[in-house]
């Protein structure tokens, strides 16, 4: 793994981020492993839309690039990880704080690595729920990611070129 690429330098990096700092996003957690990750968006008067309730852009803002980031830290170098399709299911306004916790099993880490061992393509997705103080989810986000061993990584003799997708639920 990268040397820069480590949980506490992720975290800091996205906290100062602009488009999470000026949101009200803050990475609240990192596991050592990348597999569990939690984010809280304040309520602040910068982020309210006009029925003075959470911004549904800063909600969806809020799970942007974490599963990505996540796979990177767990995958490493020999991988690449991409966003590839998102859609959010806005269930009730978001009227206090929220908060999302994201994780990677280990039984959706060994899919997508027997999936992609012969170089072949795979489309994990993820579904995360932003939750309002209360625990009321207000908000459900399906993620679809890109997931493919760089050529370098890859044996030429086994690619097939297959494209496969799977659902990894996160635990919560």
Same mark, same amino acid.
């Given at each position: 793994?990268?040397?820069?690429y480590?949980?506490?330098?992720v975290?800091?990096?996205?906290n100062?981020?602009p488009?999470? *700092? ?7 957690h990192?596991?050592? #492993?990348f597999?569990?990750?939690e984010?809280c968006l304040?309520?602040? *008067?910068?982020?309210k839309?006009?029925n003075? &309730? ?11 690039p ?8 767990i995958l490493?170098k020999?991988?690449?990880?991409w966003?590839?399709q998102?859609?959010?299911n ?6 206090t #704080?929220?908060?999302?916790?994201? &994780?990677?099993? #280990?039984q959706?880490?060994?899919d997508?690595k027997?999936? &992609?061992?012969?170089g #072949?393509?795979?489309?994990?997705e ?5 939750s309002d103080?209360?625990?009321d989810?207000?908000a459900?986000v399906k993620?679809?990611?890109y997931v ?14 297959e494209?496969?997708?799977g659902?990894?639920?996160s635990?919560?």
């Amino acid at each position: 793994m990268n040397q820069f690429y480590k949980p506490r330098i992720v975290k800091f990096a996205l906290n100062i981020w602009p488009p999470f *700092w000026g949101a009200g996003i803050r990475i609240l957690h990192i596991s050592e #492993d990348f597999r569990h990750v939690e984010i809280c968006l304040k309520l602040r *008067w910068w982020n309210k839309n006009a029925n003075r &309730t959470q911004y549904g852009g800063s909600i969806f803002s809020l799970t942007d690039p974490v599963y990505a980031l996540m796979l990177m830290g767990i995958l490493g170098k020999e991988y690449f990880v991409w966003d590839k399709q998102a859609e959010v299911n806005f269930l009730k306004p978001g009227q206090t #704080d929220l908060k999302a916790v994201f &994780t990677i099993s #280990d039984q959706c880490i060994e899919d997508i690595k027997r999936s &992609t061992a012969r170089g #072949d393509k795979y489309f994990p997705e993820f579904i995360v729920n932003v939750s309002d103080s209360q625990g009321d989810v207000v908000a459900q986000v399906k993620r679809v990611l890109y997931v493919r061993k760089k050529p370098q990584y890859r044996n030429a003799a086994l690619e097939e070129g297959e494209n496969r997708s799977g659902e990894c639920v996160s635990e919560q």
